[in-house]
């Protein structure tokens, strides 16, 4: 805002300066043309001046330089500027010590123009280290926080290797405690055979007892049954190890009516039950010594399904971890990945701002060491030569262009 101001200001004195000006040389002219008519009391006529010699190819070349400069200025109408242009050679092409004081304001208005493209070049220079100043910052937090997201992305990596191996781990113990798990049942197994097979048999002889027996020895089993129940009691008779002549006596004894039985067959059925009762004693006893052996085999088959089931349930647990682990692990690359890009934008405009302000000081130096070190150099324009030290009783030396020495 201040350097549109001053670029207004600048710009709003130039025109009236202009306008003076011109004001000025238009209000000089009706004397002049005054002061060429005859009659009484007119004055003479002014001889014509000398001819003005033209400035030297140095001069031209300061004078197109500022020129140029006037003509690019965006900040002045196009008939100003042509015409401050074309001022140049009458103003500052002359020697300050043969400037007339129009000329000294044509060289202020051009001044004017100057100082304003110099101090937009200098607004340019100053927005553009501003903007770098900003690019940079921004890039120093995207810096930052691609550091910080990388250092977290490293941190959730060991997290994630962690639950690979634990998630291993706990895969190993869960096969090793299915392994041990089958074993101690294989080995129930085997311990319980021997007491299922004698349970088994101890059932049959039972029931055998209960439902084929008992109905016979009471003559309560139906005719159409009997033969084959005395079958089953035989088959039980040998799995038994009854004696041979008890096992030929059964038939006989158990297929006579209740009725026709006499002494020997009431023998007989007292020596099958005693066998029974016999068998299911020793059954029994089998089964209540291998009762021990049962329950320790059974709470090793318990021990081993719990282990197993903790496995289990640790190895889900693991497998779990490894997942969220891994699911945090992708949302850091995720993040890292448009952090960095964002980073490599802002490095990229940091670059663009870096140009932009290179770019603005080259054009400040290019317009201070052009077109107003030509204006300068022009402002100070002389003939005169300086004196030469021992030289004040010499005859003064001719005028010589300052300018043509220098170019020469």
């Not at 004397?31 to 001046?49: F, I, N, Q, V, W």
């Not at 010594?289 to 081993?304: F, I, R």
């Not at 077109?371 to 022009?378: D, T």
């Amino acid at each position: 805002n201040d350097m549109a101001q001053r670029l207004a200001h600048n710009r709003q004195g130039l025109e009236g300066e202009v306008a003076v000006c011109t004001m000025s040389f238009a209000m000089k002219r009706p004397a002049a043309s005054m002061s060429k008519r005859g009659g009484a009391g007119e004055e003479p006529a002014l001889k014509k001046p000398a001819a003005a010699s033209a400035p030297s190819g140095h001069v031209n070349e300061l004078c197109d330089k500022v020129s140029h400069a006037i003509l690019e200025s965006p900040e002045y109408p196009s008939d100003v500027k042509q015409m401050l242009a074309n001022s140049l050679t009458g103003s500052l092409a002359v020697p300050k010590e043969k400037r007339h004081a129009f000329q000294d304001s044509v060289i202020e208005m051009i001044s004017n123009v100057l100082d304003s493209l110099a101090a937009a070049a200098q607004f340019k220079l100053d927005e553009a280290e501003k903007g770098l100043g900003a690019t940079s910052e921004d890039y120093d937090k995207h810096q930052n926080a691609v550091e910080v997201i990388a250092s977290t992305l490293a941190e959730r990596t060991k997290v994630v290797d962690a639950a690979k191996n634990e998630h291993d781990e706990s895969t190993l113990a869960r096969v090793a405690a299915k392994e041990a798990f089958v074993l101690v049942e294989q080995a129930q197994t085997r311990a319980n055979a021997g007491l299922v097979v004698t349970e088994d048999k101890k059932q049959r002889l039972e029931s055998g007892m209960e439902t084929i027996y008992g109905p016979l020895k009471c003559g309560t089993l139906p005719a159409a049954e009997v033969q084959d129940g005395i079958k089953k009691i035989e088959q039980l008779g040998k799995e038994s190890g009854f004696d041979v002549s008890l096992l030929l006596a059964i038939p006989t004894a158990l297929s006579k009516p209740l009725s026709n039985r006499g002494s020997f067959d009431s023998m007989v059925m007292s020596q099958i039950e005693d066998e029974f009762q016999r068998c299911l004693a020793k059954f029994a006893d089998e089964l209540a010594n291998g009762e021990p052996g049962k329950k320790e085999h059974a709470a090793k088959v318990e021990a081993a399904s719990r282990e197993h089931a903790e496995a289990l349930a640790a190895e889900e647990a693991a497998k779990a971890a490894k997942e969220a682990a891994r699911t945090a692990q992708k949302d850091a690359e995720t993040q890292q990945e448009a952090l960095v890009k964002a980073q490599q934008k802002s490095a990229s405009d940091m670059r663009t701002a870096s140009a932009g302000v290179n770019a603005a000081k080259t054009r400040l130096k290019e317009f201070n060491e052009g077109p107003l070190a030509a204006f300068k150099e022009l402002i100070e324009f002389t003939e005169i030569l300086p004196p030469v030290p021992g030289s004040e009783e010499q005859e003064p030396a001719p005028a010589v262009d300052t300018a043509d020495a220098s170019s020469a």
